[in-house]
Nanobody, 129 residues
Framework: VQLQACGGGLVQAGASLRLSCAAS????????MGWFRRAPGKEREFVAA????????????YYADSVKGRFTISRDNAKNTVYLQMNSLKPEDTAVYYC???????????????????WGQGTQVTVSS
């Protein structure tokens, strides 16, 4: 699976951005997907994750406390794409954001980077105060 993230940019605090991550391959729908971020001088951290849907439109999702209520992860299996809608952005959200594909056919929510096998190249999000 190859992942291509895009949608980052420079915005002011309080603004919104939507990140997209397009995946290659016919098995995208089977993968658990996640978003991570790495701020300058910090470790990569979990942002949000979404399970596979077993052919339904029902998915499990989970968010880091720091983004809960502001960010929404979603997926469109017909487009092989996972999204991260980011609202009410704060300067502390500034980071490179990465999408990742994890285990297949699992309802488990994965938060550790080591759980994910495939990674996108990252997209920069900068939030000015």
């Amino acid at each position: 699976v190859q992942l291509q993230a895009c949608g980052g940019g420079l915005v002011q605090a309080g603004a919104s951005l939507r990140l997209s991550c397009a995946a290659s391959g016919r098995t995208f729908s089977s993968y658990a997907m996640g978003w991570f971020r790495r701020a300058p001088g910090k470790e990569r951290e979990f942002v949000a994750a979404i399970s596979w849907g077993a052919g339904t439109t029902y998915y499990s999702t989970y968010y880091a406390d720091s983004v809960k209520g502001r960010f929404t992860i979603s997926r469109d299996n017909a487009k092989n794409t996972v999204y991260l809608q980011m609202n009410s952005l704060k300067p502390e959200d500034t980071a490179v954001y990465y999408c990742a594909a994890g285990p297949s056919y699992s309802w488990t929510i994965y938060q550790r980077p080591s759980d994910y096998k495939y990674w996108g190249q990252g997209t920069q999000v900068t939030v000015s105060s």
